[in-house]
């Protein structure tokens, strides 16, 4: 009888355990599943969350991104409309439009295209489009015409494949295919610059034109996006407001009425003050250097001089005193976040003292208040002039004190003021210049012939760099690219065939309540916008 009782207790205790342990695992369960909501879904039991955005034009000309020529719209359209490839934040190219790139010689591709994409009025993409979009852009007048400048001929070859052949190489070529691609069927027969239908003209992009007015257009989800399992964007709708000027916007965005602005650090504490709001600064491609004409017999000819030279310069008391906030010290034509560039690998410092070590390690004599050398058996004195376009008022005052800063290390230097025309006369021509000073958009590739490959602004010469950057345009590997730049980059730093000075810089500010990934680039402002929303408390 006593074992039975105790029995009957065990037993008891074994089923409340079990009970307990069920309990504990339904809780935990919960927990969990709570705990692995999405962020977005959490958020919206704490608040509400508005799935439109608000976006300000100023200055508006067309929503056809291959005819308009501002800025905002340019933006904008790579919601509206794809691309053959697009960029990553580190100017990495990623396929969009294409699924495959193959290089079959020197100056032909072929081009493989998505199956399932199909534009947002319901016809289906095909390398026609493609071609049509080109051939327009071969037409027009467009901020997209320098992509396909060098493109000779287009052939389709199917629905999925189209075959273009270049005049010349391109290095890099894959990286001119970012154009919005457009559909031949929605503009056969019509005039393209002058036809009704650019007031909506139909993509492939995360957004559609649902609507136009004199004051706003509205984009809406496209729900049939061809890659919406991989970016399937949480706003829903997107309200752009046109305004006559930028003071309109400043002001829409301070009293609440746009969500985001793209500007420049001088508009943003001018127009709109330091509270209130967000902010992400980029790089732009806008990048100003002093290029030396290292052919000859001049100072100029000698690496030990310019290397010298390089140290001498104060880069950023320049920007600083000339350039201001907008601005920022910039050391080589990929410095603007491009993934074959290493932060810090370009030797560029201030240091007087090793500007001397370096001269007098080259052979370089100082008396008098001058450095001399024997060149080809001739005594070259360490001056140069340095050539700049008399219609830039920045350009005039950099070489200014350039001229003062190297004068304090006994190097003489003219400022040669010349006209327009005469200007890009030289830098077309590669001479007529010891030493200019250019500004110029850096590329999104990483090509940089311009700089240091044959027929180089700077006539600069250089058996390795030309075999490095052969291997750079002939291989796909990320790995060995990136080898050969770190190569490159180091024989710059002996050779210094130019000078970088200085690369604008844009910011964009935020409304507090827009919630997302923020890492605009110059390429896309837009870039993750896919987990981008509003919040209402």
């Not at 500010?509 to 209402?536: C, D, E, H, M, S």
């Amino acid at each position: 009888m006593k074992s039975s009782r105790s029995d009957i207790i065990k037993y008891i205790f074994i089923l409340f355990v079990i009970i307990l342990a069920v309990i504990t695992y339904v809780v935990y369960q919960k927990t969990t599943s709570k705990a692995n909501e999405p962020q977005a879904k959490k958020e919206e039991e704490e608040y509400n969350i508005i799935k439109e955005l608000r976006l300000g034009i100023a200055e508006f000309d067309t929503i056809n991104p291959l005819l308009s020529n501002n800025k905002n719209v340019q933006q904008i359209s790579k919601l509206i409309y794809d691309s053959l490839i697009t960029f990553d934040e580190n100017y990495n190219f990623n396929y969009s439009l294409a699924k495959e790139i193959s290089k079959t010689n020197n100056k032909e591709y072929v081009i493989k295209l998505r199956d399932n994409v199909y534009f947002q009025s319901g016809e289906k993409f095909t390398a026609s489009d493609v071609e049509f979009t080109i051939n327009t852009l071969k037409s027009i007048d467009s901020i997209y015409s320098e992509n396909v400048k060098r493109i000779d001929k287009v052939n389709v070859v199917d629905e999925s494949t189209l075959n273009i052949t270049l005049n010349r190489e391109i290095p890099f070529f894959e990286y001119n295919l970012t154009f919005p691609i457009l559909s031949k069927k929605f503009y056969e027969g019509e005039d393209f610059k002058s036809t009704s239908k650019n007031v909506n003209p139909t993509g492939t992009g995360m957004y559609r034109i649902d609507t136009t007015s004199d004051n706003v257009i509205k984009l809406v989800k496209n729900t049939n996006y061809w890659d919406i399992n991989n970016r399937n964007p949480i706003i829903e709708t997107i309200n752009i407001n046109l305004y006559k000027n930028m003071g309109e916007v400043y002001n829409a965005f301070k009293n609440g009425n746009i969500d985001m602005c793209d500007t420049t650090l001088s508009s943003v504490k001018e127009y709109i003050g330091t509270l209130g709001y967000t902010a992400a600064t980029y790089a732009t491609r806008e990048f100003d250097y002093l290029v030396f004409n290292c052919s000859g017999n001049g100072a100029l000819s000698d690496k030990y001089a310019r290397r010298a030279i390089n140290y001498a310069i104060n880069k950023n008391n320049i920007v600083k005193k000339y350039y201001g906030d907008n601005y920022g010290e910039s050391t080589f034509p990929l410095d603007y976040g491009s993934w074959v560039f290493s932060s810090g690998s370009v030797d560029n410092k201030y240091n007087l003292d090793d500007a001397k070590r370096i001269l007098m390690d080259g052979g370089w004599s100082y008396s008098n208040r001058r450095w001399t050398k024997k060149i080809n058996n001739q005594t070259v004195t360490l001056s140069f002039t340095i050539t700049v376009n008399t219609s830039n008022n920045t350009d005039i005052m950099v070489a200014e004190e350039i001229k003062n800063q190297l004068n304090d290390l006994g190097i003489s230097v003219t400022v040669k003021q010349v006209s327009k025309n005469n200007y890009y006369n030289y830098l077309n021509k590669h001479s007529g210049y010891e030493a200019i000073i250019v500004n110029i958009n850096t590329s999104y590739s990483p090509n940089i012939s311009t700089y240091m490959g044959e027929n180089n602004t700077s006539n600069y010469s250089s058996n390795e760099v030309n075999e490095l950057l052969k291997q750079v345009y002939s291989t796909g590997d990320s790995a060995a690219i990136k080898d050969a730049y770190n190569k490159i980059i180091a024989i710059y730093n002996t050779d210094v065939p130019f000078i970088g000075i200085a690369r604008k810089n844009n910011v964009v500010v935020y409304n507090t309540n827009l919630v997302g990934t923020t890492k605009p680039t110059a390429f896309n402002i837009f870039n993750k916008f896919q987990n981008w929303y509003r919040k209402n408390y």
